[in-house]
């Protein structure tokens, strides 16, 4: 089993940064991918970007130029940096963990961007 716990969360104005961070304990495989997802209400979750444990990445066009994902393995976490923030990104961030044919969720962390 692997728990998620998310953090970083939070009200924040158009045009602002938020940097939230995951940190995953228990069964984790030396090879694994990370990522965030959200889900805005009333609408499916998506995916935002994701980093494996050799550093390879991928993101969603809507976070490209603002979202930065980066993750530290000595201590199994990762991290979603968010520049320039708009209304439209407010969500709830969900925390992935992907290994081998194991898929773990964190318990999602709300991020609010409003004036």
């Known amino acids: 089993q692997v728990q998620l716990v998310e953090s970083g969360g939070g009200l924040v104005q158009p045009g602002g940064t938020l940097r939230l961070s995951c940190a995953a304990s228990g069964s984790i495989f030396s090879f694994n991918t990370m990522g965030w997802y959200r889900q805005a209400p009333g609408k499916q979750r998506d995916f935002v970007a994701s980093i494996t444990t050799s550093g390879s990445t991928s993101d969603a066009d809507s976070g490209k130029g603002r979202f930065t994902i980066s993750r530290d393995n000595a201590k199994n976490t990762v991290y979603l940096q968010m520049n320039s923030l708009k209304p439209e990104d407010t969500a709830i961030y969900f925390c992935?963990?992907?290994?081998?044919?194991?898929?773990?969720w964190g318990q999602g962390t709300q991020v609010t961007v409003s004036s």
């Open positions: 992935n963990l992907r290994q081998w044919t194991q898929e773990y």
